[in-house]
């Protein structure tokens, strides 16, 4: 039965979207909350470290920063805008202390960036030609010179 919970918790954070309550036994049900969303978002992200940079690209085969959002997003069954502006203006703001895994993080370094917030500091992006998608943490002198907000999309 531990493995059957583990099985499922897995898919769970694998991204299945919207799913409803998945039946693991008579007596044990496990639920997906609105709040678990951000939860399974960056899971999701922090599977894609190592996917190559690509300008435009929204897939595991390349991803560019907005492209990477609106691909993980779009796992959990959230629909976003594409480009670091359209998230930027969507997102709802939230300050840095209050940031929560699956938020967004946007910088101006110097143009729109994006990328998602794991916790602890740290946040997965896609970020420029050449690279890879990459763990980073917030308080690097370069992120922190450029950091321009955190967002919370709904549902997430």
């Known amino acids: 039965m531990r493995r059957l919970l583990?099985?499922?918790l897995g898919l769970l954070l694998a991204g299945c979207a919207a799913s409803p309550p998945v039946q693991v036994s008579s007596a044990t049900t496990v639920v997906v909350r609105a709040s678990d969303v951000g939860e399974r978002a960056a899971a999701i992200a922090a599977q894609l470290v190592g996917a190559p940079y690509r300008y435009g690209g929204a897939s595991p085969s390349g991803f560019d920063c907005s492209?990477?959002?609106w691909y993980v997003y779009r796992q959990v069954g959230i629909a976003v805008p594409r480009t670091a502006q359209e998230q930027h203006a969507?997102?709802?703001h939230v300050d840095a202390d209050a940031l929560r895994p699956g938020d967004l993080v946007f910088f101006r370094?110097?143009?729109d960036h994006v990328g998602l917030?794991?916790?602890g500091g740290e946040f997965v992006h896609a970020p420029s030609n050449g690279k890879r998608v990459e763990r980073a943490r917030l308080d690097t002198p370069y992120f922190i010179l450029g950091y321009a907000g955190g967002g919370r999309l709904r549902g997430g």
């Open 6 to 8: 583990v099985s499922c």
């Open 117 to 119: 917030y794991l916790g």
């Open 67 to 69: 492209g990477l959002v």
């Open 109 to 111: 370094t110097p143009a």
């Open 90 to 92: 969507v997102a709802a």
